[in-house]
């Protein structure tokens, strides 16, 4: 069994050539009822494995909740519990079933699938399919529809529906869509939108961080990447006390330092006199606000949304909770708002905390007309405000980043020889230096040693020459905790060889005998 | 006891709760239904007294059973039986055949005194009734707890619920032993009582298929110690495991088409098999779809009351019903998706 991919929970694996989960089995060929109701009966995924017996005199709301084989593992009633109950039985999945047993979810309807698999089940069956085959409903893209076309034999056309249906959810999890493919069927599903709803902790907490792009709506709000974002917002510091408060509109372009929009932006403000004691905020949704330093970040780099020019009363209280938590009446003199059509509604906001502030009432914000009052604005905003020298600024910056990032393990970086700066050139001496590819400061080797010390995750690996990539084989053990998408460093014989981004969770890395465990960055 | 039997024991005893007040001097419930006594249908007297209630619901308890709903739990005193008792009398005058019920056992001392009891049966013998059904555990089965001075004939219905061990040990909650019960019923025929046999059909957690197997089963293996036996279908009662089961749609009624098939395949066996599903045609009783409920219901009473058989039934679910049983043992417990009977022709959610 190799992890090839994962999304949330979910896992891509390969079982075995041209076979992948999340899997579906055909219960006329793959399900073996049990003989007594002692025993569990069998199912074929490549190989024939027993399965547990069914929960005899259980209640399904009480621990353990899976029933476990040697290879298999059921989480029994998968189609009727509570949605609440269902996540927080989710959350034990893995401590229930290790890495390496199968989770087989019996009896769930196509439309529960894609939730399901998001949350880490690896087998489904066609046992409901089967029923409503011989009640004459079609599946298509897992919903129900009613015939009124004659098809022969129904159950064996949705049977191979359902297995493009389960081919989708496995494409998903490869290409990093898997939460599209469960936002669309939670759109009229209550049942999946409630899990979904329910699971957005958990995922945050032990969800994989694969950085593919957000095609967002409002759904997306709730994003466990989003979520997690504006939660660490609040470890953030600007770069100095006592600058000005720049709110600047998003860009379709990310990082928004490269689109044409900011690029005018920057080019009229670096004529302002200490214009460096501007700091730079793009307000955007679903994210709500972005430092200039934090656009590298996963996934302020990272997401699409529709534009609308509209704000809901949604997005208006996260604007809200997201200004808060950037602490603006302790870090910022003064404000200016220059976001087009969110202009008004930022002003008030930043009024409601009782800062100074000044709207530029443009309504298309890099126009000339829109730049040249910027300009004039700024100029007039900064003339009372201390100068920010470079180095100072570069100090600040790479300090917020690092806290974004890194938490309470940052300190090493913080205290570090910070030279360049934003965006490209940034480096913390020679222990990281920016990277768009990990999404803020990608570590050195010299920097992963650093890490490790200051309680960054470690795993070790058996002794041998590593070269390219680490494989879950050669894992020995681990020290801390990470979830996929992480940096991580490499240890053998006690000294540290490489470092990386985690591409399995801790516990699955020492139960998997393949697949990529750390995408390694860099050699000793 | 092993370790096994203690998740359910726990659920038994949370589903409960305790029973309302009720007023002690009044019986639970009193009918007249149509009997078959000797061959003949007749008309029978139903009665319900209101006691303490079974000694096992007051420890545990079973999964399906929510009788205990209507007892006392500090018990009734016998003035309040015997003003039950004067309530009920016009109910059963006149008539052949009587069912006096408890929500227990009949013959457990320390439920109904003795004495009581002893009053009560030579008071039906006074009134012409000449066979009475009660009810009871088969550890209250021994001749000094049913040696009446004057009683009818005497038929005692004891609940096997199932021959299978782990069904009554896993499922029910029952704490009865197969060699006791071959013991009791050859007890109670030894001293002149007919026995009937209550088998439960689809206790919680079986699917269709194992409930079906279990019922005939279990009838198979009980008709030599009996005189009859009744296939109860389980039914959804308040405050029972079955109704927690229900209510989180792990376990569905059984459908009629089950009660019919275990009837057919019991046909050959030398006692009277029947049934008369409780809630029958309701989605707590056992069902099939709107359209074949009471047609089926009505084939039950004829076949219950003789003067009909199962032949020629059909509806649109039966094939259904095949779907169905062919794959429950697959789907690990006893339920089926909502509306499935009725071939979701409603717009119910699924």
């Known amino acids: 069994m190799e992890p090839i991919s994962h999304e949330g929970l979910g896992r891509l694996l390969k079982l075995e050539d041209n076979l992948q989960t999340p899997h579906v089995v055909f219960s006329h060929t793959d399900l073996k009822e049990s003989k007594d109701l002692e025993s569990g009966g069998t199912i074929k995924v490549g190989k024939v494995f027993d399965l547990p017996p069914s929960p005899l005199g259980l209640d399904s709301e009480k621990a353990p909740y899976l029933q476990l084989s040697e290879n298999i593992a059921v989480l029994d009633n998968a189609y009727s519990i509570q949605p609440k109950k269902l996540v927080e039985i989710a959350a034990e999945f893995r401590s229930e079933a290790g890495y390496s047993r199968l989770l087989y979810a019996p009896a769930v309807e196509p439309s529960q699938m894609p939730i399901l698999a998001y949350l880490g089940v690896d087998i489904f069956d066609d046992l409901n399919v089967e029923l409503r085959s011989s009640t004459g409903w079609i599946l298509e893209s897992g919903e129900w529809i009613k015939q009124n076309t004659q098809i022969d034999d129904l159950f064996s056309h949705n049977r191979s529906e359902l297995n493009r249906w389960i081919l989708r959810i496995r494409n998903a999890i490869s290409n990093g869509k898997l939460r599209e493919l469960v936002e669309i069927t939670s759109l009229h599903n209550p049942r999946v939108s409630q899990i979904l709803h329910h699971s957005a902790l958990l995922l945050i907490e032990k969800g994989a961080r694969v950085h593919s792009t957000i095609r967002s709506n409002d759904l997306s709000l709730n994003h466990p990447a989003i979520l997690d974002f504006q939660n660490r917002l609040s470890n953030y510091e600007p770069p100095a006390q006592n600058m000005v408060l720049l709110i600047l509109p998003c860009s379709a372009r990310k990082p928004y330092f490269k689109s044409s929009s900011h690029k005018r932006f920057f080019n009229t403000l670096r004529e302002v006199e200490n214009h460096l004691a501007l700091h730079v905020v793009s307000v955007t949704s679903p994210l709500g606000l972005v430092p200039r330093e934090l656009e590298f970040c996963y996934p302020a780099a990272h997401y699409d949304i529709a534009v609308t020019g509209k704000w809901s009363a949604s997005e208006i209280e996260m604007l809200r909770s997201q200004l808060i938590k950037l602490n603006p009446t302790k870090h910022y003199a003064k404000a200016i708002v220059h976001a087009g059509s969110s202009s008004k509604i930022m002003t008030e906001l930043v009024k409601e905390l009782g800062i100074d502030v000044v709207d530029t009432r443009v309504d298309r914000p890099s126009s000339y007309e829109g730049l040249e009052i910027l300009q004039n604005i700024a100029r007039m905003t900064l003339s009372d405000i201390p100068i920010l020298n470079t180095k100072d600024r570069a100090k600040g910056e790479a300090k917020g980043l690092a806290n974004f990032q890194y938490g309470e393990n940052s300190d090493f970086l913080v205290n570090s020889e910070i030279s360049g700066r934003m965006p490209y050139k940034l480096r913390c001496g020679d222990l990281a230096a920016m990277s768009p590819v990990v999404g803020g400061f990608g570590l050195t080797l010299k920097g992963g040693i650093e890490y490790s010390l200051q309680g960054g995750p470690i795993i070790i690996a058996e002794n041998f020459k590593l070269v390219g990539d680490l494989f879950a084989v050669g894992v020995k053990s681990y020290k801390g905790n990470w979830n996929i998408g992480d940096q991580v460093v490499i240890k053998q014989n006690d000294i540290v060889t490489a470092v990386g981004i985690a591409k399995m969770v801790p516990e699955e890395m020492i139960s998997m005998n393949r697949g990529v465990a750390v995408e390694v960055r860099h050699h000793a | ?350």
């Open chain 2, 1 to 350: 006891m092993p370790e096994a039997f203690v998740p359910l024991t726990d659920f038994v005893n949370e589903s409960k709760s305790i029973p309302r007040d009720h007023p002690l001097d009044k019986p639970v419930a009193k009918w007249v239904e149509e009997e078959v006594l000797d061959g003949k249908i007749v008309e029978a007297g139903v009665v319900i007294l209101r006691t303490r209630g079974c000694y096992w619901s007051i420890k545990e308890g079973c999964s399906m059973c929510g009788y205990f709903n209507d007892t006392v739990p500090g018990g009734v005193s016998d003035d309040m039986l015997r003003e039950q008792w004067k309530k009920v009398r016009s109910t059963l005058r006149g008539k052949k055949y009587a069912k006096i019920y408890t929500s227990g056992s009949f013959i457990d001392p320390t439920e109904v005194p003795f004495n009581f009891a002893d009053e009560v049966m030579s008071d039906m013998s006074n009134m012409g009734i000449e066979k009475v059904l009660i009810e009871s555990l088969p550890e209250f089965v021994n001749p000094k707890n049913f040696a009446y001075t004057n009683a009818p004939k005497l038929e005692i219905a004891i609940g096997l619920e199932s021959s299978n061990p782990v069904v009554l040990d896993k499922s029910v909650n029952k704490r009865l032993r197969w060699s006791h019960y071959v013991k009791v019923c050859k007890l109670a025929r030894d001293n002149g009582a007919e026995v009937k046999a209550y088998i439960l059909l689809k206790p919680p957690y079986l699917s269709e298929k194992e409930a079906i197997e279990d019922a005939v089963q279990s009838a198979i293996d009980t008709a030599p110690y009996v005189d009859k036996i009744s296939i109860n279908p389980v039914n959804v009662q308040k405050n029972t495991v079955v109704e927690k089961l229900w209510f989180r749609n792990e376990w569905t009624a059984p459908w009629l088409w089950s009660v019919i098939e275990v009837l057919k395949r019991c046909e050959d066996l030398p006692v009277r098999v029947y049934s008369d599903p409780t809630g029958g045609g309701t989605r707590r009783g056992a069902h099939n779809c709107h359209d074949c409920n009471k047609r089926l219901l009505e084939a039950l009473k004829n076949h219950r009351l003789g003067s009909g058989d199962l032949k020629g039934l059909h509806c649109n679910c039966k094939s259904r019903w095949n779907t169905l049983v062919k794959q429950s043992k697959l789907r690990r417990n006893g339920s089926e998706p909502h509306g499935y009977r009725s071939g979701f022709a409603g717009s119910r959610h699924f």
